[in-house]
């Protein structure tokens, strides 16, 4: 009964911006992490950034902290990664996820440990 979907991606140079969105829809109480992970071709999907719904706690990639930060809105049925300073290194298909509460550690940003996943989005940076 969840959707996620995402909007937002396109193509980037090297040091530019973009910002990602992921709209929700059937919110649950029990969905406690809201996610942002990416994938690029010929590797595994590796998580980016997330925030916790209740306590708005984020966690982040060492890759790409300093650079990238999640938020969601004031109704939290929308979750954004604003993405700066971007690097040819972040072209990916990012794509959103949700899940239920992890103990803190390791499997906040291990994509298996996730239940619902938008369709991904294409970000593209050139040098």
């Known amino acids: 009964q969840v959707q996620l979907v995402e909007s937002g991606g396109g193509s980037v140079q090297a040091g530019g911006s973009l910002r990602l969105s992921c709209a929700t829809s059937g919110y649950s109480y029990a969905l406690n992490r809201m996610g942002w992970f990416r994938q690029a071709p010929g590797s595994e999907r590796e998580g980016v950034a997330v925030?916790?719904?209740?306590?708005?706690?984020?966690y982040y990639a060492d890759t790409v902290k300093g650079r990238f930060t999640i938020f969601q809105d004031n109704t939290k049925s929308t979750v954004y990664l604003q993405m700066n300073s971007l690097k040819p290194e972040d072209t990916a298909v990012y794509y959103c996820?949700?899940?239920?509460?992890?103990?803190?550690?390791?499997?906040?940003?291990?994509?298996?440990?996730?239940?619902?996943w938008g369709q991904g989005t294409q970000v593209t940076v050139s040098s």
């Open positions: 925030i916790t719904t209740t306590g708005g706690s984020t």
């Open positions: 996820a949700a899940g239920t509460m992890v103990a803190a550690g390791p499997a906040v940003l291990t994509p298996y440990t996730y239940r619902y």
